[in-house]
Protein backbone atom coordinates (compact mmCIF):
# COMPACT_ATOMS: atom_id res chain seq x y z
CA UNK A 1 0.00 0.00 0.00
CA UNK A 2 2.83 2.32 0.79
CA UNK A 3 4.79 1.90 -1.98
CA UNK A 4 1.34 3.26 -3.83
CA UNK A 5 0.67 5.84 -1.83
CA UNK A 6 4.16 7.34 -2.25
CA UNK A 7 4.35 7.99 -5.87
CA UNK A 8 1.06 9.07 -5.78
CA UNK A 9 1.41 11.52 -3.39
CA UNK A 10 4.18 12.53 -4.91
CA UNK A 11 2.49 13.08 -8.57
CA UNK A 12 0.03 15.21 -6.21
CA UNK A 13 2.66 17.84 -4.69
CA UNK A 14 3.96 18.45 -8.53
CA UNK A 15 0.64 18.99 -9.70
CA UNK A 16 -0.10 21.68 -6.65
CA UNK A 17 3.39 22.55 -7.67
CA UNK A 18 2.57 23.23 -11.55
CA UNK A 19 -0.47 24.74 -11.18
CA UNK A 20 1.37 27.55 -8.53
CA UNK A 21 3.44 28.26 -11.17
CA UNK A 22 1.08 28.43 -14.10
CA UNK A 23 -1.29 30.85 -11.48
CA UNK A 24 2.20 32.77 -11.70
CA UNK A 25 3.00 33.24 -14.62
CA UNK A 26 -0.47 33.80 -15.20
CA UNK A 27 -0.54 36.66 -13.01
CA UNK A 28 2.82 37.90 -14.46
CA UNK A 29 0.82 38.40 -17.80
CA UNK A 30 -1.88 40.22 -16.84
CA UNK A 31 0.63 42.88 -14.99
CA UNK A 32 2.42 42.81 -18.63
CA UNK A 33 -0.84 42.85 -20.65
CA UNK A 34 -1.42 45.60 -18.05
CA UNK A 35 1.46 47.62 -18.49
CA UNK A 36 1.12 47.97 -22.49
CA UNK A 37 -2.26 48.63 -22.27
CA UNK A 38 -1.06 51.51 -20.41
CA UNK A 39 1.72 52.80 -22.71
CA UNK A 40 -0.61 52.29 -25.58
CA UNK A 41 -3.52 54.64 -24.36
CA UNK A 42 -0.54 57.05 -23.21
CA UNK A 43 1.08 57.25 -26.84
CA UNK A 44 -3.28 57.12 -28.62
CA UNK A 45 -3.25 60.29 -26.38
CA UNK A 46 0.01 61.72 -26.84
CA UNK A 47 -0.69 61.28 -31.15
CA UNK A 48 -3.92 63.61 -30.71
CA UNK A 49 -7.34 62.81 -32.41
CA UNK A 50 -7.46 59.87 -35.04
CA UNK A 51 -6.84 61.08 -38.24
CA UNK A 52 -10.07 60.82 -40.16
CA UNK A 53 -11.69 63.32 -37.30
CA UNK A 54 -8.66 65.69 -37.84
CA UNK A 55 -9.47 65.45 -41.90
CA UNK A 56 -13.31 66.07 -41.23
CA UNK A 57 -12.20 69.04 -39.16
CA UNK A 58 -10.05 70.76 -41.82
CA UNK A 59 -12.92 70.07 -44.13
CA UNK A 60 -15.38 71.80 -41.89
CA UNK A 61 -12.93 74.68 -40.95
CA UNK A 62 -12.24 74.97 -44.94
CA UNK A 63 -15.88 74.75 -45.45
CA UNK A 64 -16.72 77.40 -43.20
CA UNK A 65 -13.90 79.93 -44.05
CA UNK A 66 -15.07 79.54 -47.52
CA UNK A 67 -18.55 80.28 -46.81
CA UNK A 68 -17.46 83.57 -44.18
CA UNK A 69 -15.19 84.37 -47.29
CA UNK A 70 -18.18 84.51 -49.41
CA UNK A 71 -20.56 86.43 -46.88
CA UNK A 72 -17.66 88.53 -45.96
CA UNK A 73 -17.49 89.32 -49.80
CA UNK A 74 -20.79 89.84 -50.51
CA UNK A 75 -21.27 92.56 -47.68
CA UNK A 76 -18.45 94.63 -48.72
CA UNK A 77 -19.75 94.65 -52.63
CA UNK A 78 -23.16 95.88 -51.14
CA UNK A 79 -21.38 99.05 -49.43
Excluded: W
Excluded at 49 to 77: C, F, H, I, W
Amino acid sequence: VQNVIEPLFLFVCFCFFKEEQHQRELSLLRKRLEELETTQRKQLQDLGPPREYMMAGAYRDLAQTKVTGESNAQSEDAK
